[in-house]
């Protein structure tokens, strides 16, 4: 009998893993100066977060959630996205209440979806994410968006594409989905079920069907930025403004919508233009959402945010032909050779790694040949010999491999002697 790996998921590979090790680190960096302090929730949640949070019109309620019920009965699902549980945490642990406003947390961790797997698209990926929450300045919009930016470009991608748009506030969106219901509602048999469906829920999900994309109403479909009122877009100009600040450059795309419920005034992608980048583009997505607090039991609080996954930044990398600065290799490897310099390496080996310095023996009874091999497949700075001859003459024979250079040092400085040189 043998085992797969279930459809849409991943191992990550030694090798690989040290690239997640990078960008993670990155992203808790950038984090660190934008001052984004990270928050850990439960992989789990009640079902009952994501219907309300996320929305029950949204294909990820209604088609992609893994959904199970526990011994007690309970309906849990695994998170799909990391916004509603964050939230959920802000209310449950009354961080409105934090001295200090907005509250800037961000995420990392595996984010499930039942889709259909493809390049960039799996069934548990990565998300890294951020939520500012209790803020309604435009500079805030401005700088989450920065701070995704910030990330990409630091990692060295260039070919980014920003598009913004905005939803607008609830009465502008009355008037919006008023207008679209308007426009479809005719001719509403010619889209599919679920545009048909969605026509009186949520009419604004029409405009992001992939099915019926080509239809012609989709074109000539009413725009949000006719709709906007004042506030909404003055909101609307003051992020462009902050944006044209910050010298990042931007596309508005009046049919940005995002596949989530919660999402009005801002909203946000970030596409790979890179060539060769498979068909799903977008990299990060994010807005604002100034109703979830409330709806999620909590008092009136703005909140935006954004997600990215590290999987679909891996590829836009790949696409770019980027590698990143990635130290391989360890500090020294300790060559033994015969029983009593074999014993010795043990305590060498230790008393190296008790230093900082990393350090490998061999462990499979190999020839002073083969363990020179593995020292170079291990990408060692330095080599250790130690033989019967060193060990009766009390020194060990340092080597550094890039430039061949030798010495002998006395094996009471060995430890004292790697410090200095590796510093
Ligand atoms: P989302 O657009 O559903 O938004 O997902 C954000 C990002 O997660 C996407 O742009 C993509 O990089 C990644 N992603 C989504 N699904 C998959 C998948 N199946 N495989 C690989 N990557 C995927 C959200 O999740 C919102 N919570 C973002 C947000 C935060 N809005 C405000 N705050």
Known sequence: MSFQIPRGTQDILPEQAAKWQYIEHIARELCRRYNYQEIRTPIFEHTELFLRGVGDTTDIVQKEMYTFEDRGGRSLTLRPEGTAAVV????????????????????????????????????????????????????????????????YHTLGLKKLKLVINSLGDVESRKAHRQALIDHFQPRIHEFCDDCQARLHKN?????????????????????????????????????QMYLQKLGIAFEVDSRLVRGLD??????????????????????????RYNGLVQEIGGPETPGIGFALSIERLLAALEAEGISLPILEGIDCYVV????????????????????????????????????????????????????????????????????????????????SHMKHVLK
């Not at 069907?209 to 009122?229: F, G, Q, V």
């Not at 801002?266 to 233009?273: C, D, H, L, V």
């Open 262 to 287: 919660y999402y009005n005034h801002t909203a946000f992608e970030i596409m790979s233009e890179a060539e060769g980048f498979g068909a799903i583009t977008t990299l990060c997505g994010g807005g």
């Open 203 to 239: 009419p604004m999900r029409i405009l992001d069907c992939k099915k019926d994309r080509d239809h012609e109403l989709m074109r000539t479909a009413p725009s949000i930025l006719d709709y906007l009122n004042e506030q909404s877009r003055t909101y609307f100009e003051k992020v």
């Open 88 to 151: 959920r945490s802000f209310v449950e642990n009354k961080m409105y209440g934090y001295p200090n406003q907005p509250v800037k947390l961000y995420y990392m961790g595996p984010m499930f979806r039942y889709e259909r797997p493809q390049a960039g698209r799996f069934r548990q990926f990565v998300q890294f994410g951020v939520e500012a929450l209790g803020s309604n300045d435009p500079a805030i919009d401005a700088e989450v968006i920065a701070l995704a930016m910030d990330i």
């Open 336 to 415: 033994a050779l015969g029983e009593q310099a074999k014993e010795e390496a043990v305590a060498l080996v230790a008393a190296l790694r008790k230093e900082g310095i990393s350090a490998e023996k061999d462990y499979q009874d190999r020839k002073v040949k083969a363990q020179l091999k593995a020292a170079d497949r291990l990408h060692a700075t330095y080599v250790a010999i130690l033989g019967e001859d060193e060990l009766r003459k009390g020194v060990i024979n340092v080597k550094h491999m890039a430039t061949g250079e030798q010495q002998e040092v006395p094996l009471d400085t060995f430890i």
